[in-house]
């Protein structure tokens, strides 16, 4: 995108927010038997989209970007926080006006396969929201020179001041002129109007000649046109198209009730990249046209930056970083986002591009970390002070050595192996040397099947753990060495305890903050930016150098 | 060089696997399909070979042709797949001597010159059994076997011999003094059993399907550890647990004794490949391994899986919609189009210069490679279903430069190399230095000699 274009961007954005996101957050309460925790699917964002804009909303798998998208059009309900829709908080709505307001915000699914239904034709798929909602709901304008308060009976209601009205009745002399909105699929003919003057005000009365059901019919003609379908294709069913189609179908279904704002889950993934181009296209002629705001859910990157004008990455439910796209792409400031693109597989192979790759999968969002929510993978986590120097390998050890007790004091454990632990039979951890033998050797070679050295099975275990401490700064050992011994004694969680308490930093102990981070209001949610830490960038060179 | 790939590969060796006019039909009522129509090409030792294309392209189908995979209504009507790993040859002679062609055994017993003069009886084209134009007064069957154009190797490969019926038709293990092969075209369903996964093993796009909900992970990477390398007991848990450890999955010690719904949609996939490499194959396909997986674990797994080749120089064939991916981890890439090899190239030549116009398409239609337009080039039309005989290019509906000659004649695939690598495309454009009648001629004739070396698989 061009400069000309995001400093335009910009400014709608800051001129007019059609969306704007305070404090959201959704849980999902499974209650349950043991009354667990609730899943933090959306922890807390808060952002803004401006009208006309494309946010792009990109992520991992269960980062919660599709429960945001949803609870933006009310499909989920918030557990706090408001959604500001043209500055009124869609949260509390309920009833008629619910689903008056839902003609506005619209959502595309993002598998075509199972979000229409099979059994209905194409026409009649895009016809139901027009059936549900009554269209066409009328809205009369009268034009009166005189200004004088007007009344309206027959058919539509009289707008309100700010809406753009789909008949609008014009009086002066004579017979009153009616003018039907251009988009609508009838004409001016097709509308009688007949007005009594009074000395203060008119009555008009209006009525529509054609009916309803053949509007309707001619308004899905119209939208299988605009998504590049053909009219013929009104009495086909689902299965006789191809994805692409499908999802053109989905997107028609989306835009019979001419919405404001349009959430796209997702619109691309199921589709082949030469299919998907022709859909991302359609896309933007869509909202050059109709002028619509869209919230678009990808998990492909090098769409997102195609389409978006502006982007937020999110992680456990937390925006980490959101900024104008291009910015975003080329000087990613945050550690997630940088990790993220860097995972991107590059079109042009001779690239010779250094790689982040990230450990182990994202943490459960039942229960997520208590600091920063990426603390559990960041490759550029601080550390506390004192073991600024300690060797990569063997802080990384340390790391995966509190990932595996944390992991195990969370599993879900069977009735059977919770009542086994009950009566003694089993402590749940009686390989830790086999544990800490995994974390602090190297890696064994994922090679030919050498069998275990031969030395090993002799040895007890407390020499095993003395060697796999060998390398390992006695300051870290006295720690190490005592948590074993700690899990030995069956206290697992005071082992866990003391290795949070010892080699836990900021990250992992508060929540960050989201931080500016240049000049066009981008931010990211992380410690490092705060001026008494490294920024990101620098540590990650010099952690990508060492390799 | 790809970012991966540091292995140096030795192409003067033969190629670990060769698939040779590959032709895989689905027959329906209504129509025959040819899911994979007439492809080539080799996969070398330690190399990653990528096979690309939209879906219904038969990339998938090619791959589960190598393994014997397809199931009725479709079959494998055509071509070979020479897999040749010596131990694995080793090992099927043994057990299937009845279908075991020794050729040390045949070149004592017959004579190749005799041979071919019975051939040539029997109205085999002498084009046909040396590969070049030869007239049939002209030929010399001893001045042929001296100068090996024509070995008795060359006999049994291409099916020569069961026609003088001095092989059966039903053998597939070849032997010969420098290493043989498998035909796994013609193996049958129980030494398929024995050449999957020792040999020859698979990973899928969802491993979920690949892992049995009811047993523990550990016990089936057991089961595999059993089968293939006779450990039981604690040799074989302990075994499990290495497995999974070289496959990078933390905590190996829980995790082996856990449910494949108790792993991540990552670990699951690296739970396969454990499976897998449990096994100790010599080639690995992976039909779209990373589709399902999120950009972060397909980059883990992409690393995987190129540490595992390089310590075990391992082949891979690699298949996925994605060409980000193949540009990271093939050395070698092929583009199928609706059943057909439409390109063949080194990673590196592919993405620089592609030179079929579908590739070129493909290519274009990636959101980023062109940041300074704002509408996304396509290709216009669908993927057509391949239900009729080649004689035209199929990728002509669709394609911008296409002209009259296109709809008539079928597309070889020639050399289109700028340096020393092999680089080919099916498209009537080349040869560029040609003119266009001439490529068309050149094409039209490349059509007719194949036709005629492939009598006796068109029916």
């Known amino acids: ?547 | 060089m790809s970012m991966y790939s540091t292995a140096l590969i030795d192409r003067s060796e033969p190629p670990l696997l060769t698939v040779e006019n590959l032709q895989t039909s689905f027959f329906t009522d209504k129509e025959t399909i040819r899911a994979v129509d007439a492809i080539s090409f080799d996969v070398h030792r330690g190399e990653t070979v990528g096979i690309v294309g939209e879906s219904g392209s038969g990339k998938s189908v090619t791959a589960r042709s190598i393994m014997g995979l397809i199931d009725s209504p479709g079959r494998v009507v055509g071509g070979s797949v020479r897999f040749r790993d010596g131990d694995t040859v080793e090992r099927l002679a043994e057990q299937y001597p009845d279908r075991t062609i020794d050729i040390e055994a045949l070149r004592t017993e017959h004579d190749v010159a005799d041979c071919i003069e019975r051939l040539l009886d029997q109205g085999v084209s002498p084009a046909r059994l040396t590969g070049r134009e030869e007239s049939r007064a002209g030929i010399d069957p001893v001045e042929l076997v001296r100068e090996d154009v024509v070995t008795m190797r060359s006999l049994v490969e291409d099916g020569f011999t069961d026609q003088l019926g001095i092989t059966e038709e039903d053998a597939f293990v070849v032997r010969d003094t420098d290493g043989g092969y498998v035909d796994t075209t013609r193996a049958s369903e129980d030494a398929f059993r024995k050449l999957r996964g020792q040999g020859i093993a698979m990973i899928f796009q969802d491993p979920l399907t690949s892992l049995n909900p009811v047993y523990t992970v550990g016990n089936q990477i057991k089961e595999a550890i059993r089968l293939h390398q006779g450990l039981r007991g604690n040799a074989a848990h302990e075994e499990a647990i290495r497995l999974l450890e070289a496959v990078s999955i933390p905590d190996a010690h829980r995790r082996v004794g856990e449910y494949p719904h108790e792993f991540s949609g990552g670990m699951r996939q690296r739970a396969v490949i454990a499976m897998a490499l449990a096994c100790k194959p010599e080639l690995l396909i992976c039909d779209e391994p990373t589709t399902a997986l999120d950009v972060t674990i397909q980059a883990q797994i992409l690393e995987l899986l190129t540490e595992i080749q390089a310590e075990r120089d391992l082949s891979i064939v690699f298949i996925t919609h994605d060409m980000g991916v193949i540009a990271e981890i093939s050395d070698q890439v092929n583009v199928m189009y609706a059943g057909e090899l439409v390109e063949k190239a080194p990673v590196d030549e592919l993405f620089d210069a592609p030179k079929h116009p579908y590739t070129q398409g493909l290519l274009e239609s990636i959101p980023g490679r062109h940041p300074e337009d704002d509408r996304l080039r396509t290709i216009e039309g669908d993927v057509p279903t391949p239900n009729e005989q080649p004689t035209f290019c199929r990728f002509a509906p669709r394609c911008p430069e296409a002209f009259d000659a296109c709809e008539a004649v079928h597309p070889e695939n020639v050399d289109v190399s700028e340096d020393a690598q092999t680089h080919t495309a099916a498209c009537l454009l080349y040869p560029e230095e040609l003119s266009t009648a001439d490529t068309v001629d050149r094409h039209r004739s490349l059509g007719e000699t194949r036709d005629a070396d492939r009598g006796d698989h068109d029916e």
């Not at chain 1, 697992?492 to 992992?508: D, I, K, N, W, Y």
């Open chain 1, 1 to 547: 995108m061009s400069e000309e274009l995001l400093t335009e961007a910009q400014q709608t954005a800051a001129a007019e927010a059609l969306v704007e996101v305070n404090g959201l957050k959704t849980y999902y309460d499974t209650g349950g038997l043991l009354g667990s925790q609730p899943v933090k699917a959306v922890d807390g964002v808060d952002f803004s989209i401006g009208r006309g804009e494309t946010l792009g909303l990109v992520g991992e798998s269960g980062c919660g970007k599709t429960t945001l998208g949803r609870t933006l059009v009310q499909l989920e309900t918030a557990t706090d926080g408001e959604v500001l829709f043209d500055g009124r908080d869609v949260t509390t709505l309920s009833g008629d006006e619910l689903k008056k307001w839902r003609r506005d915000a619209q959502i595309v699914f993002q598998d075509p396969e199972s979000s229409l239904n099979s059994r209905m034709t194409v026409g009649e798929i895009i016809r139901e929201p027009l059936d549900v909602h009554g269209w066409p709901n009328f809205s009369v304008a009268v034009a009166d020179p005189q200004g004088r308060s007007a009344s309206l009976s027959g058919d539509g209601t009289l707008t309100r001041a700010d809406e753009q009205a789909d008949i609008t009745v014009s009086i002066g002399g004579g017979s009153p002129t009616v003018d039907v909105r251009d988009t609508l699929p009838m004409d001016d003919s097709d509308v009688d109007a007949s007005i009594t003057e009074r000395e203060s005000s008119v009555a008009v009365s209006v009525s529509v000649t054609t009916a309803k059901s053949r509007l309707r019919r001619a308004r899905v003609r119209e939208l299988l046109e605009t998504v590049g379908l053909r009219e013929e294709h009104y009495y086909r069913y689902p299965h006789q198209f191809s994805g692409g189609q499908r999802q053109r179908v989905g997107i028609a279904r989306a835009l019979a009730l001419e919405p404001e704002f349009v959430v796209l889950d997702e619109p691309v993934s199921a589709l082949d990249v030469s299919v998907q181009a022709k859909v991302l296209n359609l896309l933007d002629d869509l909202q050059d046209r109709f002028g619509l705001t869209y919230l678009f859910i990808a998990h492909d990157l090098s769409v997102v930056r195609h389409i978006c004008d502006r982007v937020a990455v999110m992680y456990l439910g937390h925006i980490m970083e959101i900024g104008e796209t291009e910015e975003l792409f080329r000087n990613p400031k945050n550690p997630y986002t940088y990790s993220l693109l860097s995972a991107i597989p590059d079109t042009d192979p001779s690239a010779t591009r250094e790689r982040v790759t990230l450990r182990g999968t994202p943490p459960s969002p039942r229960d997520p970390p208590s600091g920063c929510p990426f603390s559990t993978r960041c490759p550029v986590k601080i550390r506390p002070a004192e073991f600024e120097d300690v060797d990569e390998d063997i802080w990384e050890g340390i790391e995966l050595l509190r990932e595996i007790l944390r992991e195990r004091e969370q599993r879900d454990r069977g009735l059977r192996e919770r009542a086994k632990q009950l009566l003694g039979l089993e402590t749940g951890f009686d390989d830790i040397h086999d544990v800490v033998e995994e974390v602090f050797t190297s890696e064994p070679t994922a090679g030919e099947n050498q069998p275990a050295d031969d030395g090993s099975e002799e040895m007890d275990d407390e020499q095993r753990l003395a060697a796999a401490l060998s390398e390992v700064p006695p300051g870290v050992r006295t720690h190490v060495e005592t948590a074993v011994e700690l899990i030995e004694e069956d206290k697992e969680p005071q082992a866990h305890r003391l290795l949070t308490e010892e080699f836990e930093s900021v990250c992992g102990k508060e929540p960050p903050e989201h931080h500016p981070v240049s000049e066009t209001g981008r931010t990211s949610y992380c410690h490092r930016h705060r001026p008494e830490y490294d920024e990101p960038e620098p540590v990650f060179e010099h952690l990508l150098d060492q390799d």
